[in-house]
């Protein structure tokens, strides 16, 4: 099967500077939480990135200078000769499947917590230190910001030797270079303080000495925040972020634009839609010339190409989507678009990094496991001796399902049998919760990918006992019969049953979900400290 015409403009190549990307999907840069300490982990990962199509492919936020210390998250450093060696492994393996190979040069500013270099962290201003924790940053005088620069530059020379095309001025996500531009935290006196001209000021001279330093072979792009969404106390769209973009419109190769903080950009499909960002970042392709990128969780090849047409952007920016399917332009381009396993906007991803661990996908099980356990998105190892004795899978939900898919690609004879009439499990019910629908994209790409399959069939209705199990005689069973939520209110915290919980009155998630009537005022008692707690009472909240 071809490619549908209708997607060709994806596929077209796109000038970045002094080079050209091959088509316009653009891996943006994105945590892994696995940084420099598993550099090997980190290069297969963006390899695999380049092998399913991307045009460009980034490293994650990438520390220029060890005042710039993200611990107990991790980061990726350009510091000396010996962080080269370890960041051209990455640039090597992205430019092994034909990719562009970008970085994201970092400083952090008063959002560095230098826990492991224990120097102070910069700011603008001498602003406390972002986060929770008590700590002071240091006011930058001239003699700072001019070490910032020339760490810039070093760091740019640095990527250039590692073998990077795309080099980055990272100023979004709130850190140093938008410390300067959001008032919130320059309140300088000086000419980097001020008119808005002035707080751009250092932004574009990183941009002009980043250009002197490396754009000769090396593309410049900047990330930029367009807005905080926090109105008038934050960067807008309207104001600052729109005269930012004009003050250095022609300036860098590339912008990639977005919405700040973090979890904003990211935001959960509970809270944000595909395309969510449009109306933040639309504006800035009617104020330059050069190449446009931008992000919305895009998964959808209509969507892509309908950004695209209607000059939004210039390319398909992706993290998320580049999560859950590396193989995403591939699979376009192929003319199976049905076989790309979508993103859900769950935020797994994301919250590993949160938890300085390395990353974990709902959808794609292999990824942040491409190097120590060899495992590969589309590609999954042939089955071994015991091929024809058949495997019985009991639960079709989410892990039955994948189980029975992996197993039946290995090339096992699978039998799945599921209790109910339905398979799904766990997605079927919760997927029907406020927010949540684009869950069950779990349970239907897995149906989709095991009818293709004839060696793995399916029993719906069949309710099987151990007795029964045993009966049926296949040497390897698994078992994927999932959980139900406790009733007594033992916990995270609670270690033994909650007095009264035994009462009538008292429900699970699983009730509620089931359609349990519920008469008069709730309280929700959430010793789980996860989705489950808000999104239930959103439910009832609207019932
Ligand atoms: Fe992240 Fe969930 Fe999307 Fe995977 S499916 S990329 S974990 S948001």
């Known amino acids: 099967m071809g490619r549908n015409p209708r997607y060709d403009i994806l596929f077209e190549p796109v000038r970045i500077g002094p080079l050209t990307a091959r088509n316009r999907f653009y891996q943006v840069p994105h945590c892994t939480?696995?940084?420099?300490?598993?550099?090997?982990?980190?290069?297969?990962?963006?390899?695999?990135?380049?092998?399913?199509?991307?045009?460009?492919?980034?490293?994650?936020?990438?520390?220029?200078?060890?005042?710039?210390?993200?611990?107990?998250?991790?980061?990726?450093?350009?510091?000396?000769?010996?962080?080269?060696?370890?960041?051209?492994?990455?640039?090597?393996?992205?430019?092994?499947?034909?990719?562009?190979?970008?970085?994201?040069?970092?400083?952090?500013?008063?959002?560095?917590?230098?826990?492991?270099?224990r120097e102070i962290a910069l700011s603008p201003s001498g602003s406390a230190q972002h986060g929770i924790y008590?700590?002071?940053?240091?006011?930058?005088?001239?003699?700072?910001?001019?070490?910032?620069?020339?760490?810039?530059?070093?760091?740019?020379?640095r990527a250039k030797r590692a073998g990077f095309d795309i080099v980055y001025v990272y100023a979004g996500h709130g850190y140093l270079p938008f410390q300067f531009i959001t008032q919130r935290w320059n309140q300088r006196g000086d000419e980097y303080g001020g008119a808005i001209e002035n707080r751009a000021r250092l932004l574009r001279e990183m941009i002009e000495e980043t250009k002197?330093?490396?754009?000769?072979?090396?593309?410049?792009a900047v990330r930029l925040a367009m807005d905080e969404l926090m109105g008038p106390q934050g960067?807008?769209?309207?104001?600052?972020?729109?005269?930012?973009?004009?003050?250095?419109?022609?300036?860098?190769?590339?912008?990639?634009?977005?919405?700040s903080y973090v979890e904003n950009d990211s935001?959960?499909?509970?809270?944000?839609?595909?395309?969510?960002?449009?109306?933040?970042?639309?504006?800035?392709?009617?104020?330059?010339?050069?190449?446009?990128?931008?992000?919305?969780?895009?998964?959808?090849?209509?969507?892509?190409?309908?950004?695209?047409?209607r000059?939004?952007?210039?390319?398909?920016?992706?993290?998320?989507?580049?999560?859950?399917?590396?193989?995403?332009p591939s699979k376009i381009s192929a003319g199976h678009e049905d076989d790309i396993r979508e993103c859900i906007g769950c935020n797994i991803c994301r919250s590993t990094n949160n938890m300085g661990a390395p990353i974990r996908c709902t959808q794609n099980p292999t990824m942040g496991e491409e190097y120590r356990r060899g495992w590969h998105p589309e590609r999954i190892a042939p089955a071994g001796g015991f091929k024809d004795d058949g495997v019985l899978v009991v639960g079709g939900g989410p892990a039955g399902l994948e189980c029975a898919l992996s197993l039946g690609r290995r090339g096992y004879?699978?039998?799945?049998?599921?209790?109910?009439?339905?398979?799904?499990?766990?997605?079927?019910?919760?997927?029907?919760?406020?927010?949540?629908?684009?869950?069950?994209?779990?349970?239907?790409?897995?149906?989709?990918?095991?009818?293709?399959?004839?060696?793995?069939?399916?029993?719906?209705?069949?309710?099987?006992?151990?007795?029964q199990i045993l009966e049926m005689g296949y040497p390897h069973v698994v078992i994927a019969t999932g959980a139900t939520w406790r009733r007594d209110g033992i916990g995270v915290n609670t270690h033994f049953p909650v007095p009264g919980t035994e009462?009538?009155?008292?429900?699970?998630?699983?009730?509620?979900?089931?359609?349990?009537?519920?008469?008069g005022p709730v309280l929700i008692y959430d010793d789980d400290h996860y989705y489950m707690g808000g999104v239930l009472a959103e439910l009832l909240l609207k019932a």
């Open 267 to 309: 935001i959960s499909a509970r809270f944000g839609e595909e395309g969510h960002q449009e109306k933040y970042v639309g504006v800035v392709k009617q104020l330059t010339s050069k190449p446009v990128v931008s992000v919305g969780r895009f998964t959808s090849p209509d969507a892509m190409a309908s950004l695209i047409k």
């Open 212 to 220: 002197d330093a490396v754009g000769d072979t090396c593309a410049v």
């Open 235 to 259: 960067v807008t769209a309207e104001n600052e972020g729109r005269a930012v973009i004009a003050l250095l419109a022609e300036l860098p190769d590339l912008w990639d634009v977005n919405i």
């Open 311 to 328: 000059g939004i952007a210039d390319f398909i920016g992706a993290a998320r989507p580049s999560i859950a399917d590396p193989f995403l």
């Open 134 to 157: 008590p700590q002071q940053t240091k006011a930058m005088d001239r003699e700072d910001i001019r070490n910032l620069r020339r760490w810039q530059v070093q760091a740019a020379k």
């Open 413 to 467: 004879r699978v039998a799945l049998a599921e209790a109910g009439r339905e398979l799904g499990g766990r997605i079927n019910r919760e997927s029907r919760l406020p927010g949540l629908a684009t869950y069950a994209r779990v349970r239907d790409w897995r149906l989709g990918q095991i009818a293709k399959l004839a060696n793995i069939e399916v029993f719906r209705e069949s309710h099987l006992d151990r007795e």
């Open 503 to 519: 009462g009538p009155g008292v429900l699970t998630p699983d009730d509620v979900m089931a359609g349990a009537k519920l008469a």
């Open 33 to 117: 939480g696995m940084g420099f300490d598993l550099p090997h982990s980190v290069s297969r990962l963006r390899e695999i990135k380049a092998e399913g199509g991307w045009a460009v492919v980034n490293t994650e936020y990438c520390s220029m200078h060890w005042s710039a210390d993200d611990a107990p998250f991790r980061f990726c450093s350009l510091w000396d000769e010996q962080d080269v060696k370890i960041q051209a492994q990455t640039a090597e393996a992205i430019h092994r499947h034909g990719a562009l190979a970008g970085i994201e040069l970092w400083h952090g500013g008063n959002h560095a917590q230098n826990r492991t270099s």
